[in-house]
């Protein structure tokens, strides 16, 4: 259920909830975690518009894009942390229909600690997800 934030430039997306909808689905899908309404509505990405001048590397330029991504501890092996660097960039380019952005786009992987996923006003250790996810399938198959 990762929270993913993209932070750019105003007018850098013709559409950003189109982009934030992308990046969601992309991160789930590559997450790899059952297609319930647990985890299609508690992964989202916020899409953050700032003035060009907020942003800037060494040399003043801003035409950059940081996306950071949160997942709860251990949700991303090696090989999906690669695939998700990799779609999110080219979904990020694509949106803002410049593919060179590529090579200015920051991915960032986060991890919040065993613990520390708050969802439903409770903080959930890996193990109560898994339950909780148990629990909504269960439900859904008896439906």
């Known amino acids: 259920m990762p929270m993913i934030d993209i932070y750019a ?3 850098t997306f013709a559409d950003p909830h189109a982009l934030a909808t992308a990046v ?3 991160v789930k899908d590559v997450e790899g975690v059952p297609d319930i309404p647990m985890f299609r509505k508690n992964t989202a990405a916020f899409v953050h518009e700032l003035p060009a001048a907020a942003i800037a590397n060494v040399d003043g330029d801003s035409a950059y894009v940081r996306v ?3 997942t709860n501890a251990g949700a991303l092996d090696r090989e999906k942390q690669i695939a998700v660097v990799e779609r999110l960039t080219g979904i990020v380019a694509g949106a803002a229909g410049d593919p060179p952005l590529s090579a200015r786009t920051w991915v960032l ?3 919040a600690p065993e613990g520390g996923w708050g969802l439903w006003g409770h903080a959930h250790t890996n193990a109560e997800l898994v339950t909780a996810a148990r629990a909504e399938i269960a439900k859904l198959q008896g439906a």
Do not use: I, K, M, R
């Open 9 to 11: 430039a105003a007018g």
């Open 24 to 26: 969601a689905t992309a």
């Open 109 to 111: 992987l986060t991890e």
């Open 68 to 70: 950071q991504v949160l």
